[in-house]
């Protein structure tokens, strides 16, 4: 592509364009901070009323918001512990600690500056490499899609400090939960018990805010004077102290990015499993992995670098095969044909200014992101200041709000009231509780993956397999790392495993 | 004291005038709409039955010369949007949209009572068509047939008993050929994401729903199984053309309560058939790349009368494997 072409879009940034850009963005941004408001939800409800708008500001406000939400979800998941949107779960494994020790605007700074570095990163990919990385996605069959979630499931025990046991008795627990519904190659309904609105499954998101959001509440409202006495977490950082640890994290940043990148292209997964897996490999790779999950620097990095690459990933599928890379993509697909236009690879051809727009559109985004998240971090964690009682009320509203706005049914707000019971005794128990969520996301994907292949094998397995080595290279080398990471703990001297478990033993009661 | 009094007096008066009022308007007013009609969309928002629905109610509003307001209910599969519908009051005001989706839920375990459904008008009329990678091996619908009719061919569904496995069975009961099955619950656009990557050997899908995949020859369509050729291909012969007489119709249409006034019936009719001609519609419609199909009330209801036998059929097919 020419350079005319990077520079094309530049003449479609009017003022009104970038007045909406900036607005999708400061949406987004709220609406991801809000527990329970999702980036999908945002969007599918915008999409309607951006057909007033002009075709370039219509789809960079959606893209703002877009990008904005995936991004916003940090700041509720460091601040009160609750994940924003789903695909910041990860991000409470470390935000939340660290601001406990009242680190909160390093915390916040630190997932601004991944946020936007690793947006950056795939929104140039995409613009240079858009065709290569439509091959690479093209490359994720269903055998390397279950390669992944079965290696995003390995991390379930390590996920977070203490009893390895007790993350693998959520995770399990969680991939029992995630075969309720139809099972995905026969659409017989599994434990169902006849209720019509768990033939889908269990909507992952009532489950999320449940467990997180309100047994937060719970939670707090046990321990409310301690909450109001505690000035320390008032006291403000900066948020630019996250540039001294700039340094050490580039390579963190740069792998999440390519991470987030290709989870994000490949479709049917999303920015959830792109900051698990980016979170899984950071665990995997770090110098002290011990510290992850309490409060690491690099444990908020990484899942946030991973998930908004994921934005220019997923975008990547969609404008150069036409097939959306996630759900919120799915849905832009209903922008673009709102105006007119057909994503895919014609649209570099019939529109290739709105495409050039689209790619500075997202770099600005990004820049955006950075700007509005540094200057705002400390008026954003300021919302500690808030008496607990009063914020707890207005996330308790929040969560039931979000939960019923997924699909409008009561039914999944009780669903989150049952998760929210079941995330109480599990904190209580010091049973971690994102190994659910985490098993919620991809038992399913792992499950419908393995059957789809299973299937494709007709009954010769072993052959397959074995065949796979040569025609599905990409997937025999995850299985492969992923073996490795199960079994060579066992080998260590002071093996994790063990360590883990005479934490559960001796630690029991903490 | 007189101060109350006086408030009373005016409060009555208001009240007087309301009720009034109220007996004017009713006996000028036609019988339908009452109020605001809801119109059910059983997805969420900005999917294709959405955008279909909200392109079809501006018209609709000005020919009934009332408010239509879109209700998105997604949840239990569309179950719930379905059983409102069945147990509303049969006057009109409660409408739903839906595809043939419609006709199937009953066999995938949703609780729905079609008898309960008044169809009361199509809109639009896609069809099923063959997909093949670009670079497959098969130039014609003839090579396909033969060398499927010879090989166990991949086929991608999207579910057991959905709509893209009752296409597929039916091409392979027409054409005496044995595919192996592969399901891809997500729908259309994974279908077809496996069908280019190469992972299954075909799809027996809508060219709408693979415009962009065929528009950069990634895919290609063997034939259509329609009556006419598709607008998104129009120099792919229809299966008729080929001597292989085959239709695979698919539709999205508006439905009522059962029992509805037939005079009610035909006002919907009537604004449902403006809306199709309507400027937002037909932009719509060709944006997308599906053709538009009018069928009223009486039509519409023949014809999902013979959808819900063909389906049995092949849903006895699927049973008996």
């Known amino acids: ?510 | 004291m007189s101060g109350t009094r006086k408030m009373l007096c005016l409060v009555m008066l208001l009240v007087f005038a309301a009720v009034v009022a109220g007996c004017g308007g009713g006996s000028d007013k036609p019988k339908y709409p009452q109020g605001d009609v809801t119109f059910l969309i059983p997805q969420g928002p900005g999917g294709g039955n959405d955008m279909t629905v909200r392109a079809l109610i501006p018209a609709m509003k000005k020919e009934l010369n009332g408010n239509v307001v879109p209700v998105n209910k997604a949840e239990a599969r569309g179950a719930v949007a379905a059983s409102d519908l069945a147990s509303a009051k049969p006057d009109g005001q409660k409408l739903y949209f839906n595809s043939q989706s419609l006709l199937l839920m009953p066999y995938a375990g949703v609780d729905v009572k079609l008898e309960k459904f008044q169809p009361v008008a199509q809109v639009v009329e896609d069809t099923a068509s063959i997909i093949v990678k670009a670079d497959a091996p098969w130039k014609t619908l003839d090579e396909f047939i033969k060398y499927a009719q010879a090989n166990k061919l991949k086929v991608a569904h999207n579910g057991n008993g959905a709509l893209w496995h009752l296409s597929a069975l039916q091409l392979a009961k027409a054409i005496k050929a044995d595919f192996n099955y592969i399901a891809y619950p997500s729908g259309g656009a994974q279908m077809l994401t496996a069908l280019a990557s190469g992972e299954v050997d075909l799809c027996v899908i809508s060219p709408s729903e693979s415009k962009a995949l065929i528009d950069s020859g990634r895919l290609r369509v063997l034939a259509v199984m329609s009556d006419t050729r598709h607008a998104v291909v129009p120099n792919v012969p229809t299966c008729k053309e080929l001597g292989l007489d085959q239709t695979f119709p698919v539709w999205r249409g508006i439905f009522t309560t059962a029992g509805t006034p037939k005079e009610t019936l035909a006002l919907l009719e009537k604004a449902i058939k403006t809306a199709t001609e309507s400027p937002e519609f037909t932009t719509l419609a060709k944006n997308n790349g599906f053709p538009i199909k009018f069928r009223g009330v009486n039509e519409f209801s023949a014809f999902v009368k013979d959808e819900t036998e063909k389906y049995k059929k092949l849903m006895a097919d699927i049973k008996l494997k």
């Not at chain 1, 995003?152 to 693998?168: F, N």
């Open chain 1, 1 to 510: 592509m020419s350079f005319e072409f990077y520079t094309a879009g530049w003449q479609l940034f009017t003022l009104p364009v970038l007045a909406y850009m900036l607005l999708g963005t400061v949406i987004g941004i709220i609406i991801g901070a809000l527990p329970g408001l999702t980036a999908m939800m945002a969007v599918s409800v915008l999409v309607p009323l951006t057909y007033t708008l002009s075709p370039t500001a219509g789809i960079i406000m959606l893209l703002g918001v877009y990008c904005g939400a995936n991004y916003g979800g940090s700041i509720s998941a460091t601040l009160v512990n609750i994940p924003g949107t789903p695909s910041a779960v990860m991000t409470t494994m470390d935000g939340y600690p660290l601001g406990q020790k009242g680190k909160a605007g390093l915390a916040i700074g630190t997932a601004t500056v991944a946020s936007g570095l690793g947006g950056i990163f795939s929104v140039v990919t995409m613009a240079m490499f858009a065709p290569l990385i439509a091959n690479i996605a093209l490359k994720f069959t269903s055998l390397e899609i279950f390669a992944i979630a079965l290696f995003g499931v390995t991390i379930m025990g390590y996920i977070s400090p203490g009893s390895v046991l007790k993350g693998l008795i959520s995770g399990v627990f969680g991939l029992l939960i995630g075969c309720i519904g139809f099972d995905p190659t026969t659409a017989v309904p599994r434990f169902t018990f006849g209720e019509q609105n768990l033939l889908s499954g269990v909507q992952f998101v009532a489950a999320m805010i449940g467990l997180f959001g309100l047994a937060e509440i719970l939670l707090a409202s046990e321990k409310i004077k301690d909450l109001q006495t505690r000035p320390e977490l008032f006291k403000m950082q900066n948020p630019l102290e996250c540039l001294k640890y700039l340094r050490t994290l580039w390579g963190n940043l740069l792998r999440s990015s390519v991470i987030g990148v290709i989870v994000g292209a490949v479709p049917g997964t999303g920015g959830t499993i792109a900051a698990i897996v980016g979170y899984a490999v950071q665990k995997k790779v770090s110098k002290n992995p011990e510290g992850m999950g309490k409060g690491a620097v690099e444990g908020i990095a990484a899942p946030e670098a991973a998930n908004n690459a994921c934005c220019g990933g997923a975008l990547t599928t969609l404008l150069s095969l036409g097939i959306p890379g996630d759900a919120v993509t799915a849905i832009l697909i209903g922008a673009f044909v709102l105006h007119g236009l057909t994503p895919g690879p014609m649209l570099f051809e019939s529109n290739p200014d709105l495409v050039s727009a689209i790619f500075i559109g997202m770099f600005l985004i990004q820049m955006l992101i950075i700007a509005l998240g540094l200057n705002f971090a400390q008026y954003f964690a300021k919302l500690l200041l808030v008496p607990r009682p009063i914020l707890n009320t207005i996330i308790l509203a929040l969560c039931v709000v979000g939960t019923y706005g997924v699909q409008n049914s009561i039914f999944d707000i009780g669903t989150m009231i049952v998760f929210a019971v079941l995330g109480y005794v599990m904190a209580k128990a010091s049973i971690p509780r994102a190994p659910i969520v985490l098993a919620l996301i991809l038992g399913p994907v792992m499950e419908e993956n393995l059957r789809r292949w299973l299937s494709l094998a007709e009954g010769h397995v072993l052959e397959s397999l074995a065949g796979a080595f040569t025609t599905n290279p990409i997937a025999m080398a995850i299985l492969a790392i992923t073996a490795l990471t199960l079994v060579l703990p066992l080998f260590q001297k002071s093996g994790r495993l063990n360590e883990g478990m005479a934490e559960h033993i001796v630690g029991g009661k903490k």
